[in-house]
């Protein structure tokens, strides 16, 4: 199976502590993915996506398609 990387879209906080952003930068890099680095130290749990600036990230990435 193989992964098709436009249809990802990865946000990071620059500053995570928890997970670094190096590794989901690469992932990103190697399947083509989207990557976003936020200017934020914030670990981010699924509910973050409904606040700004994730949402915008998100809905320009989806309406972009």
Avoid: N, Q, W, Y
Avoid at 18 to 35: C, D, I, N, T
């Amino acid at each position: 199976d193989s992964i098709d990387g436009s249809k990802l879209l990865m946000l990071h906080g620059k500053g995570d502590r928890v997970v670094h952003a190096a590794p989901g930068e690469a992932f990103a890099k190697a399947v083509g993915a989207k990557f976003v680095l936020l200017p934020t130290d914030e670990h981010f749990g699924a509910g973050a996506a409904a606040r700004m600036p994730m949402a915008r990230h998100i809905e320009k990435h989806f309406k972009g398609r």
